[in-house]
């Protein structure tokens, strides 16, 4: 397993590069591939005493509302163009394991104040909605000129964090200490975005090499980011 806090920026990329190679032909959807991810990161990555880094690992979509799965379609009831979608989970609980056992998450309307926590991960990964610059309730994805920027969402204390939601319910049960995200643009208006809570501390210099995985996971994901290739049932 991986150590972040004693591994190099070489490994990063190495572990990368081969899980966009392992996976690139054996999946078939998007959210198939969400779901790799989130697993395999979760199996990947341990804190200096051998336990699994992260507490839960989830990738979301952002898209609009003709790209949601005929069943959270029902659910939205079109009150919103566009949203967040649950496309992957994995954690140390069993039914954090399934998008379909998330109670709150499933989907989350992106243009309302869903959680503090996901409007400040888009915001700090650079991923603008009209919303800011508009006063109509229809968000849309600012055009980015440099894809290749890897900035991203980084909370080094999720205790007491106001970024950070269900402190009783998750954070301090479940001895959270660290949050991190990154995310990228997709073609067709969307875009995803990846969260990682982790069980050890995490300090700028480790997060600056973890999210360097941002370029082979956006670059997975994005071959299966069009119609018919998002949903797996």
Request: charged fraction near 15%; hydrophobic fraction near 45%; include cysteine.
């Amino acid at each position: 397993m991986i150590v972040l806090q004693n591994t190099t920026i070489e490994a990063i990329t190495q572990f990368g590069c081969e899980l966009f190679i392992k996976h690139r032909s054996q999946l078939n959807t998007f959210e198939s591939a969400a779901q790799t991810i989130v697993r395999e990161l979760y199996e990947a990555f341990s804190t200096p005493q051998g336990d699994p880094l992260f507490s839960l690992v989830r990738i979301f979509r952002f898209s609009h509302w003709d790209d949601l799965s005929p069943a959270l379609q029902q659910q939205a009831l079109a009150t919103s163009q566009y949203w967040l979608a649950l496309m992957g989970t994995h954690g140390q609980e069993a039914a954090w394991g399934s998008r379909h056992s998330s109670m709150e998450h499933q989907i989350i309307p992106a243009d309302s104040a869903a959680t503090p926590m996901l409007q400040a991960a888009f915001q700090q990964i650079g991923l603008r909605f009209g919303a800011e610059a508009q006063t109509a309730s229809t968000l849309l994805l600012h055009e980015q000129n440099d894809f290749s920027s890897l900035q991203h969402f980084y909370v080094p204390q999720a205790l007491g964090s106001p970024h950070i939601p269900a402190q009783e319910d998750f954070v301090i049960p479940y001895g959270i200490q660290s949050v991190v995200g990154f995310g990228s643009p997709m073609l067709r208006m969307s875009a995803y975005l990846c969260l990682c809570f982790t069980r050890s501390m995490l300090t700028a210099a480790d997060v600056d090499k973890f999210v360097t995985l941002n370029l082979f996971i956006s670059a997975l994901l994005s071959r299966f980011n069009h119609p018919g290739s998002i949903w797996q049932d």
